[in-house]
């Protein structure tokens, strides 16, 4: 995700409880218990996915989730399921730390405003280019003929098939070639 | 207002099963004709953080708040694995194809002016231009001394 507000709402206590822990605590408690300044047993819900390395990610969630709620969501699913859903409780937390009112809703809406600008400019560039490509066939020289669609110069640099068409110029209009409709339409295709 | 003169509760007050004063920080937001909307805030977030984050927040973008609120955790209860993050995740892919499609279709107006301007230059010998492809249009710009000789047109 590129879009990651900046998170400086942590709990003073957690930070300072991770100083004072020296013989007394636990150093393998992970980061909800050590928020919550319990035991952390083995059978916790939440240690597989708030590690005690990332304080701030777990005071983040239980600021906006709380820590039941974390809880009873993980038990709720698979087990092969949760890590992606902590991760995406962790992504929301985040997102309304950073904006308390809008939160991940601001980040949908931003991205929806983006992507109908960039409609716009793609409609308006794509008219550009069928302005670009009409103006082109029209400034073409009066004796050429149409040129095939998608066929690159080879080596030698001239084409065999317009030695070929030297004998049909008198075939083509005098204001010169339009270009080719399906060549026209192919030109949006990728 | 969602408290109403009789005294009848707030849908808040009503799920939490407790006295609705006038004072209630859910009351404005959570009538008591929908309790759906804050039932369904209540099982994500829960009413205490709901609280807190609103109290934290001037009067005036509390609204605003609640319904994004109300927004998130629909999100979350409809799939409880990814929320919004799933909704962004395929926002961002459509915005950079996107770009990718517009900047394909820049560049391909780039590639036809400089075969224009080519084409141009080359009239009086009428050197032919042609392909759409950028790589012939390279190969025929560093070969156009060698189109002058060998025209097709002389």
Redo the contacts between chains.
């Keep these: 995700?590129?879009?990651a507000p900046a998170s400086n709402d942590v709990e003073p206590e957690v930070l300072e409880e991770e100083e004072e822990e020296g013989g007394g605590g636990n150093p393998r408690r992970c980061a909800a218990c050590k928020y919550l300044r319990r035991r952390c047993g083995h059978g916790c819900v939440l240690a597989p996915y708030f590690p005690a390395s990332r304080p701030r990610r777990y005071a983040n969630v239980h600021?906006?989730?709380?820590a039941?709620?974390v809880a009873r969501?993980l038990q709720?699913?698979p087990v092969e399921?949760r890590a992606?859903?902590a991760e995406?409780?962790a992504?929301?937390a985040q997102w309304?730390v950073g904006d308390?009112?809008?939160?991940?809703?601001?980040?949908?809406n931003r991205?929806?405003e983006?992507?109908l600008a960039?409609?716009c400019?793609?409609a308006r560039?794509?008219a550009?280019?069928a302005i670009?490509?009409a103006?082109?066939a029209q400034?073409?020289?009066p004796?050429?003929a149409p040129?095939?669609a998608?066929?690159?110069?080879p080596a030698?640099?001239?084409?065999v098939a317009?030695?070929q068409r030297?004998g049909e110029q008198q075939d083509v209009p005098p204001d010169g070639p339009f270009i080719d409709p399906e060549?026209f339409l192919d030109?949006d295709g990728? | 207002v969602a408290f109403m003169a009789g005294g009848s509760p707030c849908a808040s007050c009503k799920l939490l099963r407790r006295r609705c004063t006038k004072d209630c920080i859910f009351a404005p937001f959570f009538p008591a004709d929908d309790p759906h909307k804050f039932a369904i805030v209540h099982k994500v977030f829960g009413a205490s953080n709901v609280s807190k984050m609103l109290l934290e927040l001037p009067v005036q973008q509390r609204g605003d708040a609640v319904s994004s609120l109300v927004y998130e955790a629909n999100a979350r209860v409809r799939d409880p694995v990814y929320g919004c993050v799933g909704a962004i995740s395929f926002l961002q892919n459509q915005v950079s194809q996107l770009q990718m499609q517009l900047a394909v279709a820049q560049a391909e107006i780039l590639c036809i002016q400089m075969q224009q301007r080519d084409g141009c230059r080359s009239q009086d010998d009428a050197g032919r231009s042609d392909g759409h492809s950028l790589a012939a249009m390279q190969q025929m710009v560093g070969q156009q001394d060698h189109l002058k000789r060998e025209s097709l047109w002389t």
Aim: proline letters at 8%; one cysteine or more; aromatic letters at 4%.
């Design positions: 995700m590129s879009t600021r906006v989730f709380g039941s709620n969501l709720s699913l399921e992606q859903a995406t409780m992504m929301e309304r308390p009112v809008y939160g991940c809703a601001g980040v949908i991205l929806q983006e992507i960039t409609q400019e793609l560039t794509r550009q280019l670009v490509v103006h082109g400034q073409a020289p004796s050429a040129p095939p998608h066929s690159p110069l030698g640099g001239h084409r317009g030695m030297q060549e030109l990728f």
